[in-house]
């Protein structure tokens, strides 16, 4: 009797191990590729992915190419020889297009997380960047009356923060006396803040007059801290130079809280674009078809009387 229950619990312990085995074997793998991890939104859209994607027992890979967009094509393409399930990318999509052309023909889909939209990826899960930038930008517009100088730090080599730049541009354009005195794009390569911070300190050399500049406009929080810090060491904070980002990351909080000159930011639902995003491969994994192929995430406003939230 006692052979027989030995038997029997090792054909369970042996059964169980086999499923086991077999459950990891079928588990779908989801390729998440960037080149921007570097940025803090980035690394929250992907936490948010990847948190939602243990959920659904799926392997999930995240590859960094560290800046570098070229090496994304080459990414994608080991992701197809590796034949994964499906593929999630942060990049613009014009600049990786030989790369889904190969899953195109493989027949894996592709999800935009924050990418720019493109017939060659099934919907791009975003926040919506007309909206955010037109809220920034209006808000500095009537902080500064409706009258001056204000600086743009933009980036226009991808299509979310490109966009942003379009909108801001088209609504200090309806504004007579708001002249665009620089239009910045910073490197990116170290996050933003150090060259954003060097550009602007060569912009307030050239421009010492106080009131000379009214505003710093970004299209994210990088180059609003940069920014930010480069009129502090000037000591010229005092001038009443009005900062807005977007993005209202934790150290973009911080400076909005302290009362400064950087007053405004967009909060994006990072975390939610992520978790949104593994969503969208679930269905697609599925089977379905998507009707959209932009997916927009919900945004805040963000000032000193809710930054600490």
Do not use: C
């Not at 009129?231 to 009362?259: F, L, W």
């Not at 930011?265 to 078809?289: H, M, N, P, W, Y």
């Not at 932009?294 to 000193?304: A, C, K």
């Amino acid at each position: 009797e006692k052979t027989r229950e030995r038997n029997t619990t090792r054909l369970l312990s042996t059964a169980a191990a086999l499923g086991l085995l077999a459950s990891n074997a079928w588990a779908d793998t989801v390729t998440v590729i960037t080149p921007y991890l570097s940025q803090p939104g980035t690394q929250a859209y992907v936490e948010g992915f990847e948190a939602a994607a243990a959920e659904k027992g799926w392997d999930v890979n995240v590859i960094d190419t560290a800046g570098d967009v070229a090496a994304v094509i080459s990414r994608l393409e080991d992701s197809v020889t590796q034949n994964v399930d499906a593929i999630v990318i942060n990049v613009d999509p014009a600049q990786v297009h030989v790369g889904l052309l190969a899953a195109q023909e493989a027949g894996i889909p592709v999800v935009g997380m924050d990418a720019g939209s493109d017939p060659l990826i099934a919907a791009n899960v975003t926040s919506n960047g007309y909206a955010m930038a037109a809220e920034t930008s209006v808000y500095v517009a009537n902080r500064i009356g409706g009258e001056g100088k204000v600086v743009m730090f933009v980036f226009d080599a991808f299509p979310p923060v490109q966009i942003r730049g379009v909108v801001a541009d088209a609504i200090f354009g309806n504004f007579a006396d708001i002249e665009v005195l620089d239009r910045v794009t910073p490197d990116v390569s170290d996050g933003g803040i150090a060259d954003s911070r060097a550009q602007m300190e060569a912009i307030l050399a050239a421009n010492p007059e106080p009131g000379s500049i009214a505003a710093v406009w970004a299209a994210w929080d990088q180059p609003a801290l940069g920014a930010l810090q480069a009129i502090e060491d000037a000591g010229r904070g005092s001038e009443g130079i009005v900062i807005t980002g977007i993005d209202a990351n934790p150290q973009a909080r911080d400076a909005i809280s302290a009362g400064g000159n950087f007053e405004a930011s967009i909060a994006q639902d990072f975390a939610g674009i992520g978790s949104t995003a593994a969503d969208v491969v679930a269905r697609l994994l599925a089977g379905e078809t998507l009707r959209e192929s932009v997916i927009y995430v919900p945004t805040q406003l963000v000032t000193s009387a809710n930054a600490a939230e």
